[in-house]
């Protein structure tokens, strides 16, 4: 029986580990492993702590572009290893990922790296990316398992030469289903519109943003429910012009637990995203029992199957997005609450959490 591992999780922030992790982090250490997360001070870390967790405080800025911080934060995350002497560690996103994986490379310390995403700088095709496809290529080449949580992420990086064995797919983080509960679909007067993204131009606010314009002109019946986190601050101006509209509703700084709520009060889930690893929001929403208007993109597609839990559009097509928009408006109660039960149906199948928990427990 596997018992008294040292497993050391690399995260850069609270809300991630928290709202996606935390299943494993209570399961592993249910089943008498030592749980260690390396992760930035937080005063929610005691979260954590409470659980039983060790937490190693780790100055790791996800935004920054600073070689010299991120050598640092190598050579930090070399010294934990050697201090902690892990069993096996577990990172997640692009930087724990990369510096992680060549911090265990380095001591010869098994290593589990889940690829999140691709994020805008892949599409862009700039220095960044060249560089990061250089060091990805050095810290996988040891890697005991590189998760990925799309087939096209996997591809790439297959095609890119970075990766050559000991891969495999998740479906996504999964979902808690117990958490996100099913719930009858509301009968609402207006329909009501949720999105639930970072606010900036990779997550397809403008597209969203146009077609909400088109639909206060062209008076739709519809309700508009932004959460959303600045990442791009030229879009506060941009949100402060709904001001005045009555069927957009902002929300700022909303907790994991507040969006669930939100989930169910509302009809569908709009997700405009131009790229993704697997739509963590979708999932969610799927699992409440309410359908999502989606990009016909990898990490937002599996998470719905087109006319019967949701509806695809052209990624940064403003103009079908709106339509897909307009025709939701017209389906009757009966319509919306069968799509939100195959959407449920689809979570259960598919996307539970504890498919991922056990993939992780089969490498320790």
């Known amino acids: 029986m596997k018992m008294n591992k040292k497993i050391l ?3 850069n922030d609270f809300t991630t580990v928290y709202n996606f992790r935390l299943e494993l982090i209570e399961y592993l250490i249910s089943h008498k492993q030592k749980v260690f997360i390396a992760l930035p001070n937080d005063k929610r870390n005691d979260v954590f ?8 405080p780790l100055n790791i800025n996800r935004f920054g572009t600073n070689p010299i911080e991120d050598l640092k934060t190598t050579f930090t995350i070399c010294k934990i290893i050697k201090d902690i002497k892990p069993d096996i560690v577990f990172t997640y996103t692009a ?3 990369i510096y992680g994986g060549l911090a265990c490379r380095f001591s010869k310390t098994p290593y589990v790296a889940n690829i999140t995403g691709l994020g805008s700088n892949f599409e862009k095709q700039n220095i960044i990316a060249k560089i990061m496809l250089v060091l990805q290529k050095i810290a996988y080449k040891k890697a005991k398992m590189v998760f990925f949580q799309n087939n096209s992420n996997l591809e790439f990086f297959k095609s890119k030469k970075i990766i050559k064995k000991n891969f495999g797919l998740l479906p996504g983080s999964g979902v808690n289903l117990k958490s996100n509960a099913y719930q009858d679909m509301p009968y609402n007067d207006t329909v009501k519109f949720i999105t639930v993204a970072r606010i900036r131009k990779d997550k397809g606010y403008d597209e969203l943003f146009k077609a909400i314009n088109r639909a206060t002109n062209e008076t739709l019946n519809a ?3 932004i959460v959303g986190w600045y990442e791009d601050e030229e879009y506060k101006t941009k949100i402060e012009s709904f001001n005045n509209n009555k069927n957009v509703i902002f929300y700022n700084g909303v907790s994991h ?7 169910v009060e509302c009809d569908c889930l709009i997700h405009p995203s131009h790229h993704e690893g697997m739509s963590n929001v979708i999932l969610e929403a799927s699992a409440t029992g309410r359908p999502s208007i989606v990009s016909n993109i990898p990490g937002c597609a599996e998470g719905v199957t087109d006319g019967k839990s949701g509806f695809y559009f052209e990624v940064k097509n403003t103009d079908d997005l709106y339509e897909k928009i307009k025709y939701f408006t017209t389906l009757s109660h009966q319509k ?3 799509l939100g039960k195959a959407a449920r149906q689809k979570a259960e199948s598919e996307f539970d959490r504890q498919i991922v928990i056990d993939k992780y427990y089969e490498l320790i």
Do not use: C, M, R, T
């Open 49 to 56: 702590i409470s659980l039983g967790v060790n937490i190693i």
């Open 336 to 338: 919306k609450s069968d």
């Open 95 to 97: 930087k724990p990922n």
């Open 9 to 11: 999780i690399i995260a």
């Open 223 to 225: 309700e508009f429910h």
């Open 257 to 263: 637990e507040e969006v669930y709520k939100l989930l």
